[in-house]
T-cell receptor, first 112, second 113 residues
Framework: QKEVEQDPGPLSVPEGAIVSLNCTYS??????FMWYRQYSRKGPELLMY????GNKEDGRFTAQVDKSSKYISLFIRDSQPSDSATYLC????????????FGSGTRLSIRP | DTGVSQDPRHKITKRGQNVTFRCDPI?????LYWYRQTLGQGPEFLTY????????KSRLLSDRFSAERPKGSFSTLEIQRTEQGDSAMYLC???????????FGSGTRLTVV
């Protein structure tokens, strides 16, 4: 069993919809949780970073962490075609500046 | 461009040949990471450096792989006696000594034929 599980999709939604992306994990030592966005043939870029449980909002993006359920989510409001990409959840036991374990990524497509 | 730079962007090599990739991190970042990504998968950790010290190396990394970061600046990743299973995107990332996550480069795509 992988330490981090993520539905690979693909997920296709119409423009303007709310998107929900999720990951589960098995290692209770994880404390730092991140979401990265990766466009085709590019390296991942950091979208959101949270520590421990709770919510964090940044513009149209909201990250949620539920450590009791070992479950993290990323919500995208008012989705745009430019949001079409692969979204990777990632987590670390030590800090977000140490070794990070990534999920396999969810491919998201926003239909105009 | 002040981002993470990787060279070359693409490399095609014959099985059994040695290849070397270079990564230039963001100048003020003291940590540097190498990851490998295959199609449809997330990045897989290979190794990381803090300044010139290699702090951790994945058990998945065979003896054919070696990484260096002389003087704590750029880094090189060498693969000896390449195999077809080494075909992947090799990603380099760097981070400052604070909890702000990584900045990735665009990667080197290796194809072993």
């Amino acid at each position: 069993q992988k330490e981090v599980e993520q539905d690979p999709g693909p997920l296709s939604v119409p423009e303007g919809a709310i998107v929900s992306l999720n990951c589960t994990y098995s290692n209770s030592a994880f404390q730092y949780f991140m979401w990265y966005r990766q466009y085709s043939r590019k390296g991942p870029e950091l979208l959101m970073y949270t520590y421990s449980s709770g919510n964090k909002e940044d513009g149209r993006f909201t990250a949620q962490v539920d450590k009791s359920s070992k479950y993290i989510s990323l919500f995208i409001r008012d989705s745009q075609p430019s949001d079409s990409a692969t979204y990777l959840c990632a987590m670390s036991a030590q800090s977000s500046a140490s070794k990070i374990i990534f999920g396999s990524g969810t491919r998201l497509s926003i239909r105009p | 461009d002040t981002g993470v730079s990787q060279d070359p962007r693409h490399k095609i090599t014959k099985r059994g040949q040695n290849v070397t990739f270079r990564c230039d991190p963001i100048s003020e970042h003291n940590r540097l990471y190498w990851y490998r990504q295959t199609l449809g998968q997330g990045p897989e950790f290979l190794t990381y450096f803090q300044n010139e010290a290699q702090l951790e190396k994945s058990r998945l990394l065979s003896d054919r792989f070696s990484a260096e970061r002389p003087k704590g600046s750029f880094s090189t990743l060498e693969i000896q006696r390449t195999e077809q299973g080494d075909s992947a995107m090799y990603l380099c990332a760097s981070s400052p000594p604070r909890d702000y996550g990584y900045t990735f480069g665009s990667g080197t795509r290796l194809t072993v034929v």
